[in-house]
């Protein structure tokens, strides 16, 4: 067991029983020529996020954590991507549509794929969805009772979208989930600031949130040898 300075709150948790969670770190969100430039986000936004989710992923490969990454993104036919969905807005490039990595958040293309900073080793797993959420329609939360997991380290772009519903759907499904602060992004930062707000509003109505520095103390604590 360890315990993570976090808000609301102090946390105990088993780190046995914890996973890191990615949530979409792929060049289509952070890259221009991607989906997040398409909408027209400023991708430098992002920028922030990516070394402190390095050392988060480093210390939980040395600690033997199980580690998920997750991409966003649809089938070549679009057979998973609701109308609603890709006919939404006025993105200069729409889902589907061919760009400069490729054609736009489609899986298999340049832009879906995981940026290298934060490529997944060979024994990771990653999780294709097709949503917002990491467990609508993906095999996430078998694996995760398969594994046994209980509780989840999140980070990944955005704060409010992705990483927001990821959380609220795990939440539900009774994990415990510890928002990384400064491993989550937005493109814009008070979507993030009020992101991370609401989940640990009102003695964390569905989750935590703690800096990276202290999950990785946590977590080094007991690569070391001490459980405090
Ligand atoms: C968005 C995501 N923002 N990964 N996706 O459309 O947050």
Sequence with gaps: MVLIAAEPGDLEIDLGKTAVVLIDMQRDFL???????????????????????????????KAGLLI??????????????????VERGAPSLRIGDPGPMGRILIRGEAGHDIIPDLYPAADEIVIDKPGKGAF????????LKDKGIAN??????TTE?????????????GYRCIAVS?????????????????IK????????????GDVIAAIQNTTNGSTS
């Excluded at 609508?136 to 694996?143: D, F, I, R």
């Excluded at 989550?184 to 992101?195: E, L, N, V």
Aim: proline share 6%; with cysteine; net charge negative.
């Design 136 to 143: 609508y329609n993906t095999p996430l939360g078998e694996l």
């Design 161 to 173: 979208v992705c990483v927001n519903t990821t959380i609220r759907e795990a939440n539900d499904r």
């Design 201 to 212: 509003a009102q003695g964390g109505i569905f989750g935590w949130v703690a800096n990276s």
């Design 31 to 61: 890259e221009l020529g991607g989906f997040g430039a398409a909408l027209g986000n400023d991708v430098s936004q992002l920028a922030a996020c990516v070394e402190p989710c390095q050392r988060l992923l480093a210390a939980a490969r």
């Design 68 to 85: 998920v990454h997750t991409r966003e993104g649809h089938l070549p036919d679009l057979s998973d991507a609701p109308p609603s969905k």
């Design 182 to 198: 400064d491993c989550c992004g937005s493109y814009f930062p008070d979507f993030h600031d009020m992101g991370l707000a609401m």
């Design 152 to 157: 989840l380290l999140v980070g990944g772009v």
